[in-house]
């Protein structure tokens, strides 16, 4: 970002103009529409505080899933092709266990 200037004396410059900058510790961020909804996961967030208001960036892979169930057509397919079961059964599977791949294969692989 600015040439010549170490994580420290970056952290050091922004402590003196009131910048305060954190890490959250977080798995994953959803941000919700109305028609659809993105995941960010993993997700790296950083809350910036300045001047009394907060900020936050957002760092990751995102997906985009239908805002209807949360799944997307993605999941279905890997939970499928993981258990040789039907699509079907895999996204009834993912709605069960909200939308958790892990869970969704191993209760597919009983």
Do not use: C, H, Y
Request: aromatic letters at 2%.
């Amino acid at each position: 970002m600015f040439g010549g200037i170490n994580p420290g004396q970056m952290k050091a410059m922004m402590k003196q103009m009131g910048i305060k900058q954190e890490e959250v510790e977080v798995e994953r961020v959803i941000i919700e529409g109305r028609e659809k909804r993105i995941v960010i996961e993993p997700a790296n967030v950083q809350k910036i505080t300045m001047q009394g208001q907060d900020s936050w960036q957002v760092t990751g892979t995102t997906r985009e899933e239908t805002a209807e169930t949360g799944i997307s057509e993605e999941d279905i397919v890997m939970v499928s092709e993981k258990t040789g079961k039907s699509k079907e059964a895999a996204k009834k599977a993912l709605e069960e266990t909200d939308g958790d791949i892990a869970e969704s294969i191993l209760k597919l692989s009983d």
